[in-house]
Nanobody
Framework: QVQLVESGGGLVQAGGSLRLSCAVSGRTFSTYTMGWFRQAPGKEREFVTAIRWSDGNTYYADSVKGRFTISRDNAKNTVYLQMNSLKPEDTAVYYC?????????????????????WGQGTQVTVSS
């Protein structure tokens, strides 16, 4: 089992920044991929970004490319999501996710079903 705990959410004005953290514990050696997803009220969950634990290769949704950055600290078993130039449409609950399978097709990184473990979520609210 892998446990994920997110932190760092909050209220920020448009144009501001936030950094989310996801602490990974448990069977961390079985984790190949880490991702961030978000879900706004009344909307479906959507992919934000992902990182391959072994080599740091990253994937981003077009809506956040150039504004958000995912990174990892192997020593701390923590994944970060740096969010800059935030917009009101970024308002959502952000979820950290971990996948225990190697993904050989890039499109699978963007799919929620590729991830086996999920955090409880942290609220991000961007005011206009």
């Amino acid at each position: 089992q892998v446990q994920l705990v997110e932190s760092g959410g909050g209220l920020v004005q448009a144009g501001g920044s936030l950094r989310l953290s996801c602490a990974v514990s448990g069977r961390t050696f079985s984790t190949y991929t880490m991702g961030w997803f978000r879900q706004a009220p009344g909307k479906e969950r959507e992919f934000v970004t992902a990182i391959r634990w072994s080599d740091g290769n990253t994937y981003y949704a077009d809506s956040v490319k150039g504004r958000f950055t995912i990174s990892r600290d192997n020593a701390k078993n923590t994944v970060y999501l740096q969010m800059n130039s935030l917009k009101p449409e970024d308002t959502a609950v952000y979820y950290c996710a971990a996948g225990s399978r190697r993904l050989y097709i890039s499109s699978l990184y963007y799919t929620g079903s590729s991830y086996d473990y999920w955090g409880q979520g942290t609220q991000v609210t961007v005011s206009s």
